[in-house]
């Protein structure tokens, strides 16, 4: 189940304000359509108004054919009665289509609109709801909640308009006919009533359980069922606990909707015997009426009687439909419920009103974090979670704490620590995809708050651990950095990341399809199509998550010869893992805890002998004779860090 800390049904008022909060929503999204929507409510009210000419022609058919007085048949009368019985089904037919065609078009639009608002919102929605919600669940949303509008529109909205009409149109006629027998049916309507108010409540809630559960299960055949899923599970041998999981979530979804259409039938089957009744009725109260008005001033004909129970069961029918539709208005508004819970969000990360863009100047940027504090999602941090982590540890509160760190224009910062100290979540708050709690963020001297996200985007540049590559073409894919890119830039781009070649080598050049069902790059290949994804971008911040996973030499070397001549010329904050970029590095700040505890230059930092001297020689420092080519490799990094090192580095840079 989603648990968004500012959406959660739960947290919404119940009861009356919310609905009719939900009920005032759901016309919004009709409001654009409204020229359609008064056509076909047109359309409805004219195919179910004429439903009510049949039956009351069968009264005039009836004392036609057995004249009151007596005689024979009324010959001319019966032929036209029985010509307008066959005219007006025809007519109704024909309208029918334009009315279905109208119908579900609307429903259609609606769907479009909703879809295009829930994926535009998504977009704008920061990284703090994608930690935190599964693909799956984000499926859900579009598949079963908004597939499930397009029946709401054709079914349940249309169906009210039409049973209303249907309904006030028979009433009328039957008044018309006889008022004893009009107050005789409606006698019968308030326990109707009372038992639609009954049954929608209890199915608007297992409905809303079973979406739910339904969701549940999409999101764990989602998470198991993917690739890196299936592989986990394989490999750990939890075949037999997944389909636990599984069959324990399908039988959920089963029970419950076995549940949710049993609350719906039970009732329904009470009104289908109320149904059989209404005629008998209707005989015993005639006789009864005739027998005590004598005869002829109670107005009450064969053709009447037969008219009047025609009309009963159109009378009865729709009320009987109302009532399903009542239930299934109350699951409808579980659907929109559902749906507008997302779209109520907030977007948390956004340009601010008078946000300006951020001038672009030749050389790199200045970058400055001023006494940062941060914290992963705050709302989460309350005492129920802090019961969760009091056996295991007490919780941090911040994953990054009292933060000072300077990188001037044009400088390579490398950012060092342990894991889990902090170094990715820094590097998220540069190009603001988390804000900081406490403290700022600046580029260029301008606070990243202040700044249009677009323009901060357009000169940040980042290479993450993962690469990401698209199920399109590697040119699709390189494109994506810069779409007027043409091809010749597109090719200096790959050269220079020393990927150029390899992808010539391909078949299709390219027009490789990467991804899961197309070419597999190698790790160190797709890292070095990330580099000339920015290189082609060609920001004027770069932010660098080296890769922790161990590349073979020659991929290493490559990666490492691609990624100099990008580091030049730019301010470049790299996550360090290798020894090459944090001899490269200007300065290099050592993280611990979310806090900043040593910066300044390799040399100096060795001389301190803290942290940094702690991880180099566990980490970084070449372990014997036969040290990392990467230091080699890096055109900056062991031509100028050789005057420093006095200390064994100059081995490295040899
Ligand atoms: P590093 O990159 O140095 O390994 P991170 O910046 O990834 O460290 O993490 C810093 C701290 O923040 C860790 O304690 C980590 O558990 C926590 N953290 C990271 N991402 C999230 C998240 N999305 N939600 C909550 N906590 C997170």
Redesign the pocket.
């Known amino acids: 189940m989603h648990r968004w800390a500012h959406g959660s049904p739960a947290e919404k008022p119940s009861g009356r304000v919310s609905n009719r909060h939900l009920a005032g929503q759901v016309f919004g999204l009709f409001r654009p359509h409204r020229h359609q929507v008064v056509l076909a409510v047109g359309l409805i009210v004219f195919t179910s108004g004429l439903g009510v000419v049949n039956p009351i022609l069968i009264k005039f058919v009836f004392d036609a054919l057995f004249p009151v007085g007596g005689g024979g048949p009324e010959m001319g009368l019966v032929g036209i009665y029985a010509g307008l019985m066959i005219l007006i089904p025809m007519i109704t037919g024909v309208v029918g289509i334009a009315q279905t065609y109208q119908i579900n078009s609307i429903g259609q639009r609606l769907m479009e609109d909703l879809r295009n608002s829930l994926y535009a919102h998504l977009q704008g929605l920061s990284m703090r709801f994608f930690?935190s919600t599964r693909t799956g669940e984000i499926q859900s949303r579009f598949t079963n909640d908004i597939g499930g509008i397009q029946s709401v529109v054709t079914d349940t909205a249309s169906s009210i308009v039409a049973n209303v009409v249907v309904i006030a149109s028979t009433l009328v006629a039957m008044l018309v006919l006889s008022w004893q027998l009009t107050a005789l049916s409606l006698f019968m309507m308030p326990v109707f009533l009372f038992l639609t108010y009954r049954a929608g409540n209890a199915r608007r809630k297992v409905t809303l359980l079973a979406q739910e559960s339904k969701a549940e299960m999409s999101a764990i055949t989602q998470e198991t069922l993917s690739i890196s899923g299936i592989l986990l599970g394989k490999t750990f041998g939890r075949q037999r606990e997944e389909m636990e999981r599984f069959r324990s979530e399908n039988r959920q979804v089963a029970d419950l909707s076995i549940r949710a259409a049993m609350v719906g039938r039970v009732l329904f089957a009470m009104v289908q015997v109320f149904f059989s009744i209404a005629p008998a009725l209707v005989y015993l109260v005639s006789a009864f009426v005739i027998y005590h008005s004598s005869g002829l001033s109670s107005g009450i004909t064969a053709g009447t009687i037969v008219a009047i129970t025609t009309l009963q069961s159109r009378l009865f029918f729709p009320i009987g439909q109302m009532l399903q539709v009542s239930v299934e208005a109350q699951s409808s508004l579980a659907l929109f419920e559902r749906i507008f819970d997302y779209l109520e969000i907030p977007q948390d990360i956004v340009d601010a009103p008078d946000a300006v863009p951020l001038p672009s100047r030749r050389a790199g940027a200045e970058i400055e974090l001023d006494h940062v504090y941060f914290r992963?999602?705050p709302a989460h941090l309350t005492t129920q979670q802090s019961a969760v982590h009091a056996d295991q540890e007490a919780p941090?509160p911040w994953?990054i704490e009292d933060l000072e760190m300077h990188i001037a224009p044009g400088q390579l910062a490398a950012i060092v620590?342990p894991?889990?100290?902090?170094?990715?979540?820094v590097s998220y708050l540069i190009p603001r995809l988390y804000d900081v709690t406490l403290g700022a963020v600046r580029i260029d001297g301008h606070d990243v708050r202040s700044l249009t996200l677009a323009s901060i985007a357009d000169q940040l540049g980042i290479v993450t651990q993962e690469t990401y590559l698209f199920h399109a073409s590697v040119r699709r894919n390189l494109l994506y950095a810069r779409p007027d890119a043409t091809q010749e830039e597109l090719e200096a781009a790959c050269r220079a990341a020393f990927i150029h070649d390899r992808i010539t080598e391909l078949a299709d050049g390219y027009d490789t399809v990467v991804g899961e069902r197309g070419y597999r790059f190698s790790g160190g290949e797709k890292q070095r199509m990330a580099i000339a994804r920015v290189i082609l971008k060609s920001p004027r911040i770069l932010i660098l998550d080296e890769a922790t996973a161990a590349l073979d030499t020659t991929s290493e070397r490559l990666v490492q010869a691609a990624l100099s001549p990008l580091i030049r010329e730019r301010t470049t904050i790299a996550?360090a893992h290798r020894l090459s970029t944090i001899l490269a590095a200007d300065v290099i700040f050592v993280i611990d805890h979310?806090r900043l505890v040593e910066h300044g230059t390799h040399a100096e930092l060795l001389r301190m002998g803290g942290l940094y001297a702690t991880l180099y020689e566990h980490q970084f420092a070449p372990q014997g004779a036969t040290e990392p080519p990467a230091a080699r490799s890096s055109g900056r990094g062991a031509a100028e860090v050789v005057p420093d090192g006095e200390d064994g580095v100059v081995a490295a840079g040899a």
Not at 419 to 425: E, N, Q, S, V
């Open positions: 930690t992963y999602d941090r994953a620590g894991t889990g100290a902090g170094k990715t979540t996550i979310g």
